[in-house]
């Protein structure tokens, strides 16, 4: 075996189908390397070198992508080096690659100057001690609200208020909704301009699954959708930056057609679940991500210090769908 460790600009075309084949395998889809590079030219916050990659000639055995988004702490906005897609081929499983991979990744970022690592991952999967032998802790967040609840008769919406799905031309005014409603909270608050757009430019947000509110003809509020089948919608970034607009945007969704359950998931969850309760919906509550680890760089904090700092124990910690990495 002849093995290098590559970034993205050092990938070529023969190693895109071993890059879909990859990510297939660890999370059932087909993008390759190309879709990082569009990413990347659209704006999304990525690390300069993008990923590394464990190769073996035209073979990428284990791979790891590296975003840098912002992340709002107690001490100020900070980048974070955030990891995403750490996976190997089952067949080279043992052998150690990813762990080589992450320790490459974190001397890179590291020497960029980026003070914190963070990922999401799952309980389920062996992931988390392997993320625990290299240093990082397990960092409960602020939680989430879920609300669940039988959608009844088509309700119109109090006068002066409209719904429909935005235009492209719109959506640097929901972009705005976000800092208005962020503003002043801790956790992914600060998003780069042009959010809302580069999803949708990339194609993972359709305009149709938005839904805009608007107030005598200027957008006030704002939800990003998906269908969760069986005739159900699921609404899991509600961006209401006042207070009076907030019902208008449950009434809007919960009026879409052709429904028969709805379930919101809001952040933060002080901000919403009084509303959700006082309409009728069951309400639970669960942590974004499943389960996120964090490492600060240059500093031996324990894991409850990171909370702190990070603002996980805050109420009004703010991560939405589009914040995920």
């Not at 059932?28 to 879709?35: E, I, R």
């Not at 680890?293 to 939405?320: K, Q, T, V, Y």
Request: charged share 25%; hydrophobic share 40%; glycine share 10%.
């Amino acid at each position: 075996m002849s093995l290098r460790i590559r970034t993205l600009d050092e990938l070529g075309p023969e190693h895109e189908a071993a890059v879909a084949m990859l990510r297939w395998k660890a999370f059932n889809d087909l993008y390759g390397a190309d879709w990082v590079r569009r990413r990347i030219t659209l704006g999304f916050p990525y690390a300069d070198y993008g990923a590394a990659y464990a190769v073996d000639g035209n073979e990428v055995l284990a791979m790891v992508e590296v975003n840098r988004p912002k992340l709002t702490l107690r001490t100020g906005v900070e980048t974070l080096g955030g990891l995403a897609y750490v996976c190997a081929r089952p067949t080279v499983s043992r052998m150690g690659l990813a762990t080589k991979l992450l320790k490459d990744v974190i001397a890179r970022e590291q020497a960029a100057g980026i003070r914190w690592m963070g990922l999401f991952t799952s309980r389920a999967l062996v992931a988390p001690s392997l993320y625990k032998r290299i240093g990082f802790a397990e960092v409960p967040l602020g939680q989430q609200t879920f609300g669940f609840r039988r959608i009844g008769p088509k309700q119109g919406l109090p006068s002066g208020y409209s719904a429909k799905s935005p235009e492209e031309k719109d959506l640097e005014s929901l972009d705005l909704l976000h800092d208005e409603f962020a503003r002043g909270r801790l956790g992914f608050a600060s998003r780069k301009k042009g959010h809302l757009s580069r999803w949708v430019q990339v194609g993972d947000l359709p305009l149709s699954s938005i839904l805009m509110v608007s107030k005598n003809g200027s957008p006030v509020a704002y939800a990003v959708t998906r269908s969760q089948g069986n005739g159900a919608l699921g609404a899991y970034e509600m961006v209401a930056p006042k207070p009076e607009d907030m019902v208008p945007l449950l009434q809007a969704v919960e009026s879409s057609e052709g429904r028969d359950w709805f379930v919101v998931g809001t952040s933060p969850s002080n901000v919403w679940e009084s509303v959700l309760a006082d309409r009728g919906y069951v309400i639970s509550h669960d942590t974004w991500g499943g389960v996120f680890m964090a490492m600060s760089l240059g500093r031996d904090l324990s894991a409850n210090e990171m909370r702190h700092e990070i603002g996980g124990d805050d109420p009004g910690f703010l991560i939405h769908v589009l914040d995920t990495f």
